[in-house]
């Protein structure tokens, strides 16, 4: 299986970027679909952005002009260009992974531990 490792959250003002990164290891990358996933303090977890394996992206309309996802299969590392930030966007940032190539669903069967993303007013 694929073990997950995010980095880059932080504390960062309204209006401010930031790029999320998701380290995979154990299997061969390009055969999966990464996501990006967060969950707020007492709401569920909701889909961010997807990516598959070429590179075909899907956004949730939240985000959609202000969130970027992409990967570098040659690092194993799949990222989230986060700029506008609002304050709404608060919330821990999960990585996930499907061993699917061309997968764009919701359902993904890996996870990594999260990183916090905080944006003030």
């Known amino acids: 299986q694929v073990q997950l490792v995010e980095s880059g959250g932080g504390l960062v003002q309204a209006g401010g970027s930031l790029r999320l990164s998701c380290a995979a290891s154990?299997?061969?990358?390009?055969?999966?679909?990464m996501g990006w996933f967060r969950q707020a303090p007492g709401k569920q977890r909701e889909l961010v952005a997807t990516?598959?394996?070429?590179?075909?992206?899907r956004y949730a309309d939240f985000v959609k002009g202000r969130f970027t996802i992409s990967r570098d299969n040659a690092k194993n590392t799949v990222y989230l260009q986060m700029n506008s930030l609002k304050p709404e966007d608060t919330a821990v940032y999960y990585c996930?992974?499907?061993?699917?190539?061309?997968?764009?669903?919701?359902?993904?069967?890996?996870w990594g531990q999260g990183t916090q993303v905080t944006v003030s007013s």
């Open positions: 996930a992974a499907r061993r699917i190539p061309d997968y764009s669903g919701s359902v993904f069967d890996y």
């Open positions: 990516i598959t394996s070429s590179g075909t992206t």
């Open positions: 154990g299997r061969t990358f390009s055969d999966y679909a």
